[in-house]
C-alpha cells in the first residue's frame, strides 16, 4: 500500500449527505446513487463544496453496511437546525430537507489516526484493517466510525492504482 500512518488533528466539517444500508455486492452501485443525490441536492441548493466526496462508515460486516456519504460544504443550509447536526449514524441532531434523503451533518474533530491510500477502491478494506492494527499497537482507542475521502477523481485519474484516498479514524 505504501502509505503513512500517523495522528492528525482534524477540524470539525459540516456536510451534506445521504445515509443509506446495503451489503458488500452493492456497495459500488448504492455509494454512486448516493453520492449523485447528494450533489443534486448540493447543486439545486447552490452550496460551497469545499472539499473531495466522503463516505464514513457506520457499520461495515459481511451481512450489512450503513454508511453516510456527501460533501463537506462551507455552511449549513439556511432554515435547516437550530442545533448542530451530527452524521454518526444513530440518527441524532441531523436536519433533513424535506421530501429527501439528503441530511446535513458534521464529521467529527479532534484526533483521528489517518493514512493515504493509493490504489482500487477494492483494495480499502486492507488500509483499514492496517489502520485498525496501527491503532492497537500504539496503545489507542477507536471512537468512533471511520470515513474515507477520495482524494482523486476517478473521472479525471483513469488509473485506479493511481486513485488517492484518505482514511481517517477518531482515536482517544
Known amino acids: ?40 441536492y448540493v447543486e439545486r441548493s447552490r452550496l460551497e463544496v469545499v472539499g473531495p466526496p466522503f463516505t464514513r462508515y457506520h457499520t461495515f460486516n459481511e451481512e450489512h453496511i450503513e454508511l453516510s456519504t456527501g460533501f463537506p460544504v462551507a455552511a449549513a443550509p439556511a432554515g435547516l437546525m437550530d442545533e448542530p447536526p451530527s ?13 429527501s434523503r439528503v441530511e446535513v451533518g458534521e ?34 482507542t477507536p471512537e468512533g466510525a471511520p470515513w474515507e475521502v477520495y482524494v482523486s ?4 485519474v483513469r488509473d485506479p492504482e493511481s486513485w488517492q484516498t484518505r482514511v481517517f479514524w477518531p482515536v482517544r
Open 87 to 99: 452524521c454518526d449514524g444513530d440518527g441524532s441532531m441531523r436536519a433533513r430537507p424535506s421530501s
Open 1 to 40: 500500500m505504501g502509505e503513512e500512518i500517523g495522528i492528525e488533528g482534524v477540524e470539525p466539517q459540516t456536510v451534506v449527505c445521504v445515509t443509506a444500508h446495503t451489503t458488500l455486492e452493492r456497495l459500488g452501485d448504492t455509494l454512486e446513487s448516493a453520492l449523485m443525490e447528494a450533489w443534486e
Open 107 to 140: 464529521l467529527p474533530g479532534g484526533r483521528a489516526a489517518a493514512l493515504t491510500y493509493l490504489g482500487s477502491y477494492f483494495n480499502l478494506p486492507g488500509a483499514y484493517r492496517a489502520l485498525g492494527e496501527w491503532i492497537v499497537e500504539q496503545g489507542l
Open 153 to 156: 477523481d476517478p473521472g479525471s
